[in-house]
Nanobody, 125 residues
Framework: QVQLVESGGGLVQAGDSLKLSCAAS????????MGWFRQAPGKEREFVAT????????YYADSVKGRFTISRDNAKNTVALQMNSLKPEDTADYYC??????????????????WGQGTQVTVSS
């Protein structure tokens, strides 16, 4: 069992930056691919970014590529999402997720095993 707790959401203006963090507890963190997803009001949850177990590889949704960066610290059991040049369309609840499968097999999918409770990000224009 893995417990995930997100933090760092808030209200920002377009063009601002924000960093989300996710703290994991439970089983061996480094055994899990980690990812970030988001869900805007009235929309389905969508993939944002994922990072490999070692942190050496990552994939991003086209909508955030070049603006968002995912990172992890296996010593501290944390994963982060640095969000730059935020746009109003980035407004959503952001969720941290973990899965024991290789990140290349789960990228883009939403059927991950473990989920956090979400943190809200609002970007005003």
């Amino acid at each position: 069992q893995v417990q995930l707790v997100e933090s760092g959401g808030g209200l920002v203006q377009a063009g601002d930056s924000l960093k989300l963090s996710c703290a994991a507890s439970g089983r061996i963190f480094s055994s899990y691919s980690m990812g970030w997803f988001r869900q805007a009001p009235g929309k389905e949850r969508e993939f944002v970014a994922t990072i490999s177990r070692s942190g050496g590889g990552a994939y991003y949704a086209d909508s955030v590529k070049g603006r968002f960066t995912i990172s992890r610290d296996n010593a501290k059991n944390t994963v982060a999402l640095q969000m730059n040049s935020l746009k109003p369309e980035d407004t959503a609840d952001y969720y941290c997720a973990g899965d024991p499968r290789p990140y290349t097999l789960v990228v883009g999918f939403t059927n991950w095993q473990y989920w956090g409770q979400g943190t809200q990000v609002t970007v005003s224009s």
